[in-house]
T-cell receptor
Framework: EAGVTQFPSHSVIEKGQTVTLRCDPI?????LYWYRRVMGKEIKFLLHFVKESKQDESGMPNNRFLAERTGGTYSTLKVQPAELEDSGVYFC????????????????FGQGTRLTVV | AQSVTQPDIHITVSEGASLELRCNYSYGATPYLFWYVQSPGQGLQLLLKYFSGDTLVQGIKGFEAEFKRSQSSFNLRKPSVHWSDAAEYFCAVGAWDSSYKLIFGSGTRLLVRP
């Protein structure tokens, strides 16, 4: 079974440019999460999709970030225009829906996309 | 507010020595606790998790962790470290607010001396 796949693995762009990150979750996983780790700091939640719907986007830094999950399959995270502080590693994770509110289904993470804005 | 603290940024141990990585959390309800590992070039891999029951949890690769409610801790241990254990380790708590999500600590980088 394929794991969570993220593209690209690395991206170097100039300030002001646009970058789109992609995440392919594990097939059948309705939950899809985006997290970000800025250099040396903790991994922080960005947003959560359940199927194609945004369940929680409270962690999105500002309106330069746009996440989509058309058809409830893969997801994209676009940064437009990119700023220097957007540099970091962007992780995607997916999990199955839990039947109760426990949320105790394991989240599987991709290898991350390292974004460098220069 | 929920938070996770990993007080050690770097730890260096000799191969074959024992290991303990510290994790303290702040969460109002019964926590769901996790340890993840990120090896170079790899994604985050789940080592172990605690939801309820026995407070000593066994994980993959010979790791274990003990949940101590009185200390708000969930320290990760391994009796004998292998060179392949060199990686970055993240403690996390599963938290509910707008939705269920993981709150991570800042990570501990483990270096293994031959």
């Amino acid at each position: 079974e394929a794991g969570v796949t993220q593209f690209p693995s690395h991206s170097v762009i100039e300030k002001g440019q646009t970058v789109t990150l992609r995440c392919d979750p594990i097939s059948g996983h309705d939950n899809l999460y985006w997290y970000r780790r800025v250099m040396g700091k903790e991994i922080k939640f960005l947003l959560h999709f359940v199927k194609e719907s945004k369940q929680d986007e409270s962690g999105m830094p500002n309106n330069r970030f746009l996440a989509e999950r058309t058809g409830g399959t893969y997801s994209t995270l676009k940064v437009q225009p990119a700023e220097l502080e957007d540099s970091g590693v962007y992780f995607c994770a997916s999990s199955q829906l839990s039947r109760d509110r426990v949320g105790n289904t394991e989240a599987f993470f991709g290898q991350g996309t390292r974004l460098t804005v220069v | 507010a929920q938070s996770v603290t990993q007080p050690d940024i770097h730890i260096t141990v000799s191969e074959g020595a024992s290991l303990e990585l510290r994790c303290n959390y702040s969460y109002g309800a019964t926590p769901y606790l996790f340890w993840y590992v990120q090896s170079p070039g790899q994604g985050l891999q789940l080592l172990l998790k605690y939801f309820s029951g026995d407070t000593l949890v066994q994980g993959i690769k010979g790791f274990e962790a003990e949940f101590k409610r009185s200390q708000s801790s969930f320290n990760l241990r391994k009796p004998s470290v292998h060179w392949s254990d060199a990686a970055e380790y993240f403690c996390a708590v599963g938290a509910w607010d707008s939705s269920y999500k993981l709150i991570f600590g800042s990570g501990t980088r483990l270096l293994v001396r031959p």
